[in-house]
Each structure stands twice: as structure tokens, then as C-alpha cells.
Antibody
């Protein structure tokens, strides 16, 4: 059974730092790209960052670029999000999600999307 | 950046009825990179549809997706009580994902 378990969420002061972790199990972790997606209270989903399976290519939303750093440790089946210079608008539930990659049927290929999600880690930025 | 606009914001229907949810992109996107998710209160999102029309594993066949170019649709043929939730569309392009703002499907 695929499981993604986030940890590290807490209350932090504006300007502070925090590191989220996501422990993966039930699948071959280094076969898949991974992403972080956040959801502010009562709001929609916002993709935050993604990383390829070897960990040498990363992507960021403009809203977090140069403040957040995504990384992974394939030996530990873990995904991380280092968050610096935190702002009130970073307050959200942070989900880690597996990117399912490409699926090719008999006629065509398509991107699978985010096929597994954790339950989220709550981050509150407040003084 | 590509913007996804979902309509309506809220859809009020009764169990057994048909639901049609729309997702419109600000520019043409590849249907291969269009997905739909369902989210219930207090739960993580769940993948329903990928590649615009391919149901994810375990998703009932009352859920179907269609569309191309800039206009995409999620259809639920006969609503079950457990289908009342928020639905998000998502696209992948230029190495980043974008979500629509969501459609809340509520019981009438």
C-alpha cells in the first residue's frame, strides 16, 4: 500500500524557517518524481514545488522561488521542503504528492497526474 | 502562466442527477496533461481523471472526462451521496502545475 506521511508542520514566526519531511512507503520511491502542494485555510490547491526522481532537477512556483528548497533522499525514501523567509501567506496545509509519470496505452500516452497524496502537514506563520 | 477557470463555483444537485463541471484554460493545453481531483472535507485530494479522459484506478465509471484545447468537462452521470465534494482541474505545462479554483458540488 502506497503511503505518504508528512511531518514537521508547526507555528513559526514571520521571517522564520521550517523543514517539512515526507516519508514514502509501499512503492519504489526513486522511480517517481514528487511534488509539494499547499492549501491555505478555506482555499484551493496551489502547487509549490516538484523534483525529479534522481533529485537533480527542481521546479518552483513563483510565489516560493528563492525562499523554498525541495530535496529528496532516495536512500531514506524521503522528500523534504526547506522553507525560509516565511510569510503569513505561506500559512497552509502542505501535502506531498507522487507524480505518477507517463502512462502509455495502445494508442497514446498521457501524464498520470498526482496519483497519491499524504494527509498534509499544517504550517502556520504568525507572530 | 496558464490560468484554469472552473465553472460553476457551486453546483447544487440531487442524488441521481447528472453533474457537468467545466474547466477552461486561458490558452490551449495538451489534453495529455489535464487531470481532475476530488476533495472531501478534511481529506487529501484524490485523483479521478488524467489525460483528460482516463479514469484513475478504482474510480467508478459514472465519472467521465472529456474535452480538448481550452475546454474540458468532468461529468458525473448519476450522483451518489458520496460524490458531493469539491472538484479541481489541474494542468501541467512549462515544468509547473496549475490548479483551477474548484467547483463545490453540494446537495440540493
Amino acid at each position: 500500500e502506497v503511503q505518504l506521511v508528512e511531518s514537521g508542520g508547526r507555528v513559526v514566526r514571520p521571517g522564520g524557517s521550517l523543514r517539512l519531511s515526507c516519508a514514502a512507503s509501499g512503492f519504489t520511491f526513486d522511480d517517481f518524481a514528487m511534488s509539494w502542494v499547499r492549501q491555505a485555510p478555506g482555499k484551493g490547491l496551489e502547487w509549490v514545488s516538484g523534483i525529479n526522481w534522481p533529485g537533480d532537477s527542481t521546479r518552483y512556483a513563483d510565489s516560493v522561488k528563492d525562499r523554498f528548497t525541495i530535496s529528496r533522499d532516495n536512500a531514506k525514501n524521503s522528500l523534504y521542503l526547506q522553507m525560509n523567509s516565511l510569510r503569513a501567506e505561506d500559512t497552509a496545509l502542505y501535502y506531498c504528492a507522487r507524480e505518477g509519470g507517463a502512462y502509455c496505452g495502445s494508442a497514446s500516452c498521457h501524464n498520470v497526474g498526482m496519483d497519491y497524496w499524504g494527509q498534509g502537514a499544517r504550517v502556520t506563520v504568525s507572530s | 502562466d496558464i490560468v484554469l477557470t472552473q465553472s460553476p463555483g457551486t453546483l447544487s444537485l440531487s442524488p441521481g442527477e447528472r453533474a457537468t463541471l467545466s474547466c477552461r484554460a486561458s490558452q490551449t493545453i495538451s489534453s495529455s496533461y489535464l487531470a481532475w481531483y476530488q476533495q472531501k472535507p478534511g481529506q487529501a485530494p484524490r485523483l479521478l481523471i488524467s489525460g483528460a479522459s482516463n479514469r484513475a484506478t478504482g474510480i467508478p465509471d459514472r465519472f467521465s472526462g472529456s474535452g480538448s484545447g481550452t475546454d474540458f468537462t468532468l461529468t458525473i452521470s448519476r450522483l451518489e451521496p458520496e460524490d458531493f465534494a469539491v472538484y479541481f482541474c489541474q494542468q501541467y505545462g512549462n515544468s509547473r502545475y496549475t490548479f483551477g479554483q474548484g467547483t463545490k458540488l453540494e446537495i440540493k
